[in-house]
């Protein structure tokens, strides 16, 4: 009895010893290591893609001097490298898993660009504001045709001047060949907003 009694007390502790390790284990898997922990654990780390904002910062793409675009910009998509912040272990774009200081590139990004090819917008709004009676503006962004009626009706007398150059002015009217003014990358640049698969329009709710 007296053997009984004496290892009563050692199952309290027990339980807590056990406690304490289950809880250490929730906090290192669920915490700020847990990544670390579970990449040790052998199973897969987070990609540097998918790091959120703020874990990350990437660098201004290098511009082209001509093209006012991004030097790498291929079927409207450019890249940008991408270096995360210090501290931070994921897959870099290799597949290797690194842990990262801050100097070292992580992933590069894709950003959008533009095809453009030779027609400056300076170049065609000039055009269209002093010689636009003479059609010269639409003789410049490719159309021979309306340059030549322009031309022989004086701008159709002065109102289709007018008209071309709001249009130009407001980049409605492009190149013939379906390409974007040379604008400055910094500069004033029109954005066409369009309704996709990936775009909705809200709902309008009215009282």
Known sequence: MAAAWSSGPCVPEAVTVRLFSVLWFVSVTTGPW?????????EESLKC????????????????EA????VNCTNYTAHVS????????CKDSSGNETHFTGNEVGFFKPISCRNVNG?????????????????ADRFYLGYPALGLLKFCTV???????????????MQIVGPSDGSSYIIDYYG??????????????KTQLYP
Request: proline share 5%; charged share 15%; with cysteine.
């Open 155 to 169: 701008g159709f007398c002065g109102i289709g001047s007018l008209i071309d150059f709001i249009l130009i002015s």
């Open 119 to 135: 027609y400056s917008y300076k170049v065609a709004v000039a055009l269209s504001l002093f010689l636009g009676w003479l059609g």
């Open 49 to 64: 893609e998918d790091l959120k904002v703020g874990q990350y910062i990437c660098k201004d793409p290098k511009i082209n």
């Open 188 to 201: 004033t640049r029109l954005t066409r907003l369009s309704i996709t698969n990936e775009t909705f329009r």
């Open 34 to 42: 847990g990544t670390v922990a579970t990449s040790a654990g052998g």
């Open 82 to 89: 991408c270096f995360p912040a210090p501290n931070i272990t």
């Open 67 to 70: 093209t006012q675009e991004p």
